[in-house]
């Protein structure tokens, strides 16, 4: 397929995020296409937190939160989907499926042979992560969820999300920089103008406006039925350790969405609630990680 490569320089200065780039370019199934992870912290830890990101985001969003991970001794493992930040990019949007991307995390967790694995995932990270531990099961012992859902297809989505859709339809060549600004008011101009460090043009951007059309909205939708069945795994068959973090002003995935999880996820503590976060809860790690690291032991 044809895929695009963004340009090492674009990533040269990003305020916080000094970590070194890592590669992989033969994943089973996606032989030649590249794809970018951060590995920080000991290789030898016993413990593992891997870190998806959502859309528009890509690993930048783990800045702040990794090393509250590292330097409590783990590993923190925190990839680019396909698409998006230093990963290749697919240029046509019919490549991005549910199944693609869900493939791909599988693969790399194998390709790295991750265990002891603890989820971290938010916004798609956890459309997409919350489905991967129950056919992984021996790999996985603990979650940290943030602002997001299961999109099982068998519940109306929240008008906040189908007006969001609907924006992302409409504007293919989306701002990511004035987004995430937006959303983030605690962000510098060069910390949002990061984001957007992936994406030199609309020929990038495929991978970014295509997640919103993949959400499941009726039963039949592609990664409705992976996440029925996850559901349901979630609800009697989990038997990790679970932390929840809740950005309390989120208009589309915020405390309805995240209570729903919350009784869907087996033994699910009750949540760590921060007031001013959004979204893009990851923004705010410095005043939820000692926290969350401390109830997931």
């Not at 859309?55 to 991970?69: A, C, D």
Request: proline fraction near 8%.
């Amino acid at each position: 397929m044809e895929a695009l490569r963004t340009p090492e320089d674009r990533f040269a200065t990003l305020p916080g995020y000094g970590f070194a780039p890592h590669y992989v370019d033969d994943l089973r199934g996606y032989e030649g296409l590249r794809l970018h992870y951060l590995d920080e912290g000991p290789r030898a830890a016993r413990r593992v937190f891997l870190c998806l990101h959502g859309q528009p985001t890509w690993s930048y969003l783990y800045r702040k939160l990794i090393p509250f991970v590292s330097e409590a001794g783990h590993r923190a493992v925190a990839p680019d989907f396909y698409g998006f930040g230093r990963s290749d990019k697919p240029v046509e949007d019919a490549v991005y499926s549910y199944d693609f991307h869900r493939a791909a995390m599988m693969a790399l967790i194998e390709r790295l042979d991750l265990r002891d694995i603890t989820l971290v995932c938010q916004d798609w990270g956890g459309l997409i992560g919350l489905t991967l531990p129950m056919d992984m099961a021996e790999r996985f012992t603990g979650l940290l969820v943030m602002n997001t859902a299961l999109g099982t297809g068998d519940r109306p989505l929240t008008q906040g999300f189908i007006a969001w859709r609907a924006w992302c339809a409409a504007n293919p060549d989306m701002a990511v920089a004035k987004l995430m600004a937006r959303a983030c008011p605690l962000l510098s101009p060069e910390e949002a103008a990061a984001y957007e460090a992936p994406y030199p043009d609309i020929r990038f951007k495929a991978g970014v406006r295509r997640f919103p059309q993949l959400v499941p909205d009726n039963p039949e939708a592609g990664g409705a039925a992976l996440s029925r069945r996850a559901r349901d795994w979630w609800r009697t068959q989990w038997s990790g350790r679970t932390a929840m973090v809740v950005g309390m002003t989120d208009p589309v995935l915020g405390p309805p969405v995240m209570r729903v999880l919350a009784e869907t996820i087996r033994n699910c503590p009750p949540p760590i609630e921060i007031a001013e976060a959004g979204h893009f809860v990851q923004e705010w790690a410095p005043l939820f990680m000692k926290r969350a690291l401390a109830t997931l032991g």
